[in-house]
């Protein structure tokens, strides 16, 4: 029986150092104590640095050091040098590296070495009968978990993916060379169109274990894909919604919700709001307020894309009020770089973001203890375990929503009003599938469109959102004087 093992191990800060001789300027001594039966151990190490050329004709020097650097384990802990060598090579090969990545790559061969250990197959054999091979076999694994349900086929689709990726690594150098054939390989040419409606096509090199998972799309399942299934929630449960939010006074999550619901706004963009971006009074003709996000606004954006997110008058006064709330100041006094215009606006109680910006991401950091970055984790923590729990005891015990179904929602509601306005004919259906795509940050039509038709697949037509928005503002409004005053 195999220990139980360990999925995948991540290491807060690393460094990359070598051996270097005790004469070396940038050396630094190291002491491994004597053990029981190991005598005291001196070296002296340094980081590894690498010239690359610069623009000023001066080398640039790169250092190799990384935050939440993944590592694979054996069932014993015991670390896998290959694939170790594997991820830290891929790491070196990006100027930033997102470490998400790898650490899906780490966890994708972890599940590889489970089964080597769980079968005894030897990675490096690759004898001639082709079904005995480490690839052929781990193909026919993922195939049968999917057969037995134990594996979603996009699950096997990737962690196949990433097994296939350190076996080209490994051959290209030069830590493997087969006796036969890791797999067969062909050309495949694929066809699709981009963000302008282009048609592409592009060559791409599969093998026969690499794993197909079909995507079934349900156009009456009451989602939309939109870079994901997105449920937008009808007016009833975006009302039972906001009523557990005022119910369970915490500012800090009710914002967020409305934020995303009345702009739009990706959960990663109202996350990382800085306490700037709402200090100013609006000018009294001003129905919204226009914030600049994307690359130097210190507000993220989906693929960096520089947008303009518009936030409705009365939401963005609640966001400044809270922002000069006591409650607030208290949380930035707790944060790392203290209380400040440049400090996030949402903050846990421990003075913690709730998404750290990208860019402070990939800022090394010697002094980083944690195993995992801020993404969003405590407001999906308080969707299941508070907001969920709420609506169902009170509503539907089938309620269910995911952050990103809130900028659905926002889409569908904004459509609405732009298709009342079509069939009052006081716009074309052209400008009100403009008006859409310009508010959701669409780069293709064709995703604008997905909400332009949603309803006519839907067996519901919405009441006027207008009054539904009045409905729980009023709402929210009622709850918002004592939840400011609660405990920060």
């Known amino acids: 029986m195999l220990n139980p093992p360990i999925k995948c191990a991540v290491l807060p800060a690393f460094i990359l150092t070598e051996t270097c001789d005790a004469a070396d300027p940038l050396g630094i001594k190291r002491v491994i104590p ?24 001066y080398p640039k020097w790169v250092k190799f050091n990384y935050n939440l650097l993944p590592l694979v384990l054996d069932s014993r802990g015991v670390l896998w040098d290959a694939a170790t ?71 096997a689709k990737r962690t196949m993916g990433s097994v ?33 409606g282009l048609s592409i096509s592009k060559r791409v090199n599969v093998t026969d274990v690499s794993i197909r998972a079909p995507k079934q799309l349900d156009p009456y399942d009451g ?126 109680q421990q003075g913690s973001p709730y998404y750290q910006q990208k860019a402070e991401s990939l800022r090394f950091d010697p002094d980083f203890d944690r195993r995992y970055r801020e993404r969003g984790q405590a407001l999906r923590m308080f969707i299941r375990d508070r907001v969920i729990p709420w609506v169902r005891q009170r509503h539907a015990r089938d309620f269910h929503y995911k952050p990103h179904d809130l900028r659905a929602t926002y889409g569908m509601n904004l459509t609405d009003v732009q298709l009342a306005a079509v069939e009052r004919n006081e716009k074309t259906l052209s400008q009100a599938r403009d008006f859409v795509r310009v508010r959701m940050g669409h780069e293709s039509s064709a995703t604008t469109d997905l909400y332009l038709n949603f309803r006519s697949n839907q067996a519901t037509v919405y009441a006027a959102v207008d009054g539904h928005e009045a409905y729980f503002r009023d709402l929210i409004e009622k709850a918002w004087r004592g939840a400011l005053n609660a405990e920060a």
């Open 34 to 57: 004597a053990g029981a039966q190991r005598a005291e151990q001196t070296y002296h190490m340094r980081e590894v640095a690498k010239a690359v050329d610069s623009h000023g004709g």
């Open 85 to 155: 060598i594997y991820i830290l090579a891929r790491c070196q090969a990006h100027l930033n590296p997102d470490m998400t990545t790898f650490q899906s790559i780490a966890e994708d061969l972890s599940i590889f070495m489970r089964f080597l250990e769980e079968f005894e197959v030897d990675y490096l054999a690759f004898p001639r009968f082709k079904l005995q091979r480490p690839t052929y076999r781990f193909h026919g694994y993922l195939k049968n978990r999917i057969l037995q349900r134990k594996t979603a086929p996009a699950t």
């Open 164 to 196: 296939i990726g350190f076996y080209r690594f490994l051959v290209a150098e030069g830590m493997l060379v087969p006796e036969n054939p890791l797999w067969e390989d062909r050309d495949q040419y694929l066809t699709f169109k981009d963000a302008r």
């Open 223 to 348: 989602c939309i894909s939109d870079g994901e299934r997105l449920r937008p929630l009808p007016q009833n449960e975006q009302e039972w919604l906001f009523e557990a939010l005022a119910g369970l006074q915490n500012p800090e999550m009710l914002l967020i919700h409305l934020l995303v619901v009345t702009s739009g706004a990706r959960i990663q963009t109202a996350l990382t709001l800085r306490v700037a971006d709402v200090r100013n009074e609006l000018p009294d003709s001003a129905r919204e307020f226009r914030c600049k996000a994307g690359p130097g606004t210190g507000i993220d954006t989906k693929n960096n894309k520089q947008l303009t997110i518009h936030i409705p008058r009365w939401v963005y006064e609640m966001l400044r009020k809270y922002a000069f709330s006591d409650r607030a100041a208290a949380r930035r006094s707790r944060a790392k770089g203290g209380n400040n215009d440049d400090q996030y606006l949402f903050l846990t």
